[in-house]
């Protein structure tokens, strides 16, 4: 179960800026684009963080003049479908680059490593928790699925569900992907319990243990994710979950293998304005080329 | 089956290779009468690429879009039936082969050298299944692979065809089929990259990471766009167009197999497999 958290929405925005658009149609490109701009100008102070309406601001900037200069050369009869597809092609454009530059000023992504069972505090987001990790594996050694059951929030709020690869959880305003997995070895080393998270996927990791210094930490096989292989200055040994042995004379219990996620928990990007603007872009596309490929090439 | 499929896809690169050397004989020896053997070859050949591809599907039980051999299959499969299809000009008459033969089989050699390159190498990287590991499991791998093949043919039968003109064999529709090719791998090209964007921010919450292989493929779209540019509002003809048409092949070219094999990317899935 998801319970999505809903985002509060400074005043101002996109639909103050696109306001001037409909007292520009009987004006000059020239005037729509400046009472646009004019618009964008003042809002941005408004809003905290700005960046929510840097990319609307420039959009309507760029659309509004090709929006005034499309209807008034209809509303003149003086263009044709092929002139008329060629401008919401590059209006469509415009909308594309505005949503890029939208999602470049978004905030940072913020991760999460975690092994099963921890919890972590992630900036902006209050805890996350991972419950469990599933996988589906193949003959090989590689995975068909993996999943990772998650839970958190904040003090009042509180969320759990899971995320797959390829198919995010969704919390509202953010979505939460599985960006790395692996597994997590249970060792006491010299007495202390340690969970070590190595990222096996190109070989062996290092690690730093305790009474041992550098040692590198590799599975035996990638079809048996239980048995790892622990190399040190002193020699390596290989260890199944419960077995014990020592490293460069330090005895090591390997407790049991556990699994780990890397999430990447992303603001949700400028989709909306993105999926408009491709969809006037092909419209555009395909008017142009409707009425354009009927006649010869000058 | 694995053995079967190296046999498959090793007699189809040996095919190419007849095909490539017939064709290119036909048009630096002005033997006409080889041009029918070069468009035999490739023939033979694109059906037994389509057999590999069969027999790999049905080995797999996936389309084969995952690894350099299936890719190989597929790109250099997509670059023999561009071979063979023969894109009218604008008056929509006139086939190349009818009208220039020694043109039409320089183009039918350059696209079989190409396919039998690419299948040769893809061929050598090994032939075992790669697996279908949970990154590829997504409705927009297809659309993203699918018609970057679609960009990859066009483009090639666009950059065939200024071969030719560059090699002084053109024919009069040759700038308009130039022209036609292009647009269709442009077109195609931005489906690919679309989809490829929405797969990316199913796997990875970003439509665009700036990875060497994306910028790689924008650039090679941008190339191809601005070729059209040059053409609609310049009156880019003949040679320039010509040169345009390699470039554009060249680009995505680079794209999809430069860039990959030579710098770190996002695009080998380890971290999630």
Same mark, same amino acid.
């Given at each position: 179960m998801t319970i999505s958290i809903s985002s509060i929405k400074p005043p101002g925005g996109p639909p103050a800026l696109l306001a001037p658009l409909a007292s520009a149609r009987a004006g000059s490109i020239a005037a729509a684009g400046a009472a646009v701009a004019a618009a964008a100008a003042a809002a941005l102070?408004? *809003?905290?963080? *700005?960046w929510r309406y840097a990319g609307p601001a420039l959009g309507a900037a760029l659309l509004a003049p090709l929006a005034a200069y499309l209807f008034i050369r209809l509303r003149a009869r003086a263009l044709d479908a092929a002139s008329a597809g060629r401008l919401l092609l590059h209006a469509g454009l415009a909308a594309v680059v505005a949503a890029a530059f939208m999602d470049a000023g978004r905030p940072p992504d913020r991760y999460a490593h975690l092994a099963d069972g921890e919890t972590a505090a992630v900036d902006g987001v209050g805890t996350v928790r991972l419950e469990s990790f599933g996988a589906v594996p193949d003959p090989l050694g590689d995975h068909r699925r993996m999943w990772a059951d998650l839970s958190g929030g904040g003090a009042i709020v509180r969320w759990n569900g899971r995320a797959e690869v390829n198919e995010p959880l969704d919390l509202g305003g953010r979505l939460v992907y599985i960006v790395g997995a692996g597994i997590a070895p249970r060792l006491e080393v010299a007495g202390r319990r340690l969970v070590l998270k190595p990222d096996l996927a190109r070989g062996p990791d290092r690690f730093d243990l305790p009474g041992i210094g550098p040692a590198s930490i590799a599975l035996a096989s990638k079809l048996d994710e239980g048995i790892i292989e622990i190399g040190a200055a002193g020699g390596a040994v290989r260890l199944a979950p419960g077995e014990e042995a020592p490293v460069g004379g330090v005895p090591v219990r390997y407790d049991r293998a556990g699994r780990w996620v890397r999430l990447r928990i992303v603001e949700r990007e400028a989709f909306d304005a993105a999926a408009v603007g491709l969809a006037v872009l092909c419209a555009g596309a395909v008017l142009w080329a409707l009425a354009g490929f009927k006649k010869p090439a000058p | 089956m694995n053995e079967a499929l190296r046999l498959l896809l090793w007699a189809t690169v040996g095919l190419l290779a007849a095909g490539a050397a017939a064709g290119l004989a036909a048009a630096l020896l002005d033997a006409a009468r080889l041009a029918p053997a070069a468009r035999g070859a490739v023939v033979v050949a694109a059906a037994s690429g389509a057999a590999a591809i069969i027999l790999r599907t049905l080995e797999? /039980? !996936?389309?084969? &879009? &995952?690894g350099n051999v299936e890719n190989a299959m597929t790109f250099s499969w997509i670059l023999a039936a561009a071979a063979l299809i023969r894109v009218r000009s604008s008056s929509m008459g006139d086939p190349e082969a009818a009208a220039a033969p020694a043109g039409g089989a320089l183009r039918t050699g350059f696209l079989a050298a190409c396919a039998c390159l690419l299948l040769g190498w893809g061929t050598l990287q090994g032939t075992a299944p790669a697996p279908m590991t949970s990154p590829y499991r997504s409705p927009w791998l297809g659309v993203h692979v699918l018609f970057y093949v679609l960009a990859f043919g066009a483009l090639g039968a666009a950059a065939a065809e200024g071969v030719r003109v560059l090699s002084g064999r053109g024919a009069a529709g040759s700038d308009a089929r130039v022209g036609r090719c292009l647009a269709f791998g442009f077109a195609a090209e931005a489906i690919g990259i679309a989809g490829g964007a929405i797969w990316a921010h199913h796997l990875w /919450? !970003?439509? +665009?990471? +700036?990875d060497p292989v994306e910028t790689w493929s924008l650039v090679s779209w941008l190339i191809v766009g601005a070729v059209l540019h040059l053409r609609r509002s310049h009156g880019l003809a003949g040679r320039g167009l010509a040169w345009g048409a390699v470039l554009s092949f060249a680009g995505i070219a680079a794209s999809v197999w430069g860039v990959s094999l030579l710098e770190e990317t996002f695009h080998d899935y380890e971290a999630i497999r």
């Amino acid at each position: 179960m998801t319970i999505s958290i809903s985002s509060i929405k400074p005043p101002g925005g996109p639909p103050a800026l696109l306001a001037p658009l409909a007292s520009a149609r009987a004006g000059s490109i020239a005037a729509a684009g400046a009472a646009v701009a004019a618009a964008a100008a003042a809002a941005l102070p408004r *809003g905290a963080p *700005g960046w929510r309406y840097a990319g609307p601001a420039l959009g309507a900037a760029l659309l509004a003049p090709l929006a005034a200069y499309l209807f008034i050369r209809l509303r003149a009869r003086a263009l044709d479908a092929a002139s008329a597809g060629r401008l919401l092609l590059h209006a469509g454009l415009a909308a594309v680059v505005a949503a890029a530059f939208m999602d470049a000023g978004r905030p940072p992504d913020r991760y999460a490593h975690l092994a099963d069972g921890e919890t972590a505090a992630v900036d902006g987001v209050g805890t996350v928790r991972l419950e469990s990790f599933g996988a589906v594996p193949d003959p090989l050694g590689d995975h068909r699925r993996m999943w990772a059951d998650l839970s958190g929030g904040g003090a009042i709020v509180r969320w759990n569900g899971r995320a797959e690869v390829n198919e995010p959880l969704d919390l509202g305003g953010r979505l939460v992907y599985i960006v790395g997995a692996g597994i997590a070895p249970r060792l006491e080393v010299a007495g202390r319990r340690l969970v070590l998270k190595p990222d096996l996927a190109r070989g062996p990791d290092r690690f730093d243990l305790p009474g041992i210094g550098p040692a590198s930490i590799a599975l035996a096989s990638k079809l048996d994710e239980g048995i790892i292989e622990i190399g040190a200055a002193g020699g390596a040994v290989r260890l199944a979950p419960g077995e014990e042995a020592p490293v460069g004379g330090v005895p090591v219990r390997y407790d049991r293998a556990g699994r780990w996620v890397r999430l990447r928990i992303v603001e949700r990007e400028a989709f909306d304005a993105a999926a408009v603007g491709l969809a006037v872009l092909c419209a555009g596309a395909v008017l142009w080329a409707l009425a354009g490929f009927k006649k010869p090439a000058p | 089956m694995n053995e079967a499929l190296r046999l498959l896809l090793w007699a189809t690169v040996g095919l190419l290779a007849a095909g490539a050397a017939a064709g290119l004989a036909a048009a630096l020896l002005d033997a006409a009468r080889l041009a029918p053997a070069a468009r035999g070859a490739v023939v033979v050949a694109a059906a037994s690429g389509a057999a590999a591809i069969i027999l790999r599907t049905l080995e797999t /039980g !996936h389309a084969p &879009v &995952v690894g350099n051999v299936e890719n190989a299959m597929t790109f250099s499969w997509i670059l023999a039936a561009a071979a063979l299809i023969r894109v009218r000009s604008s008056s929509m008459g006139d086939p190349e082969a009818a009208a220039a033969p020694a043109g039409g089989a320089l183009r039918t050699g350059f696209l079989a050298a190409c396919a039998c390159l690419l299948l040769g190498w893809g061929t050598l990287q090994g032939t075992a299944p790669a697996p279908m590991t949970s990154p590829y499991r997504s409705p927009w791998l297809g659309v993203h692979v699918l018609f970057y093949v679609l960009a990859f043919g066009a483009l090639g039968a666009a950059a065939a065809e200024g071969v030719r003109v560059l090699s002084g064999r053109g024919a009069a529709g040759s700038d308009a089929r130039v022209g036609r090719c292009l647009a269709f791998g442009f077109a195609a090209e931005a489906i690919g990259i679309a989809g490829g964007a929405i797969w990316a921010h199913h796997l990875w /919450g !970003h439509y +665009w990471n +700036w990875d060497p292989v994306e910028t790689w493929s924008l650039v090679s779209w941008l190339i191809v766009g601005a070729v059209l540019h040059l053409r609609r509002s310049h009156g880019l003809a003949g040679r320039g167009l010509a040169w345009g048409a390699v470039l554009s092949f060249a680009g995505i070219a680079a794209s999809v197999w430069g860039v990959s094999l030579l710098e770190e990317t996002f695009h080998d899935y380890e971290a999630i497999r």
